[in-house]
């Protein structure tokens, strides 16, 4: 969410996304927060093709035509816990 800037005044979103080095502006249509923090992922509805390249850093550097240079964000897999169960007793 850190990625989308809302504009109060016009109830407007938007981000930054990559294409051919250059930072171009979306302006996007939010949909639900999501997350373990609430609102810490939000849905984005439309405005922005499923594959595109978001900026998440040096935001506030950014307007509409800048030249940028991306990296590859590392993301570790996160394993889950084996469930864990408990016996059940049958009544006597």
């Known amino acids: 969410q850190a990625s989308v800037v809302t504009d109060a005044t016009t109830n407007s979103s938007q981000l930054f996304f990559i294409r051919d080095g250059r930072a171009r502006v979306a302006v996007v249509q939010l949909g639900a927060k999501l997350g373990a923090a609430e609102g810490s992922v939000v849905e984005?509805?439309?405005?922005?093709?499923?594959?595109?390249i978001i900026a998440t850093d040096h935001l506030a550097d950014l307007y509409d035509g800048a030249a940028v240079k991306t990296t590859p964000l590392q993301i570790t897999p996160v394993q889950s816990a084996p469930a864990q169960s408990t016996p059940?007793?049958?009544g006597r």
């Open 44 to 52: 984005i509805l439309s405005g922005i093709s499923p594959n595109a």
């Open 88 to 90: 059940v007793q049958k």
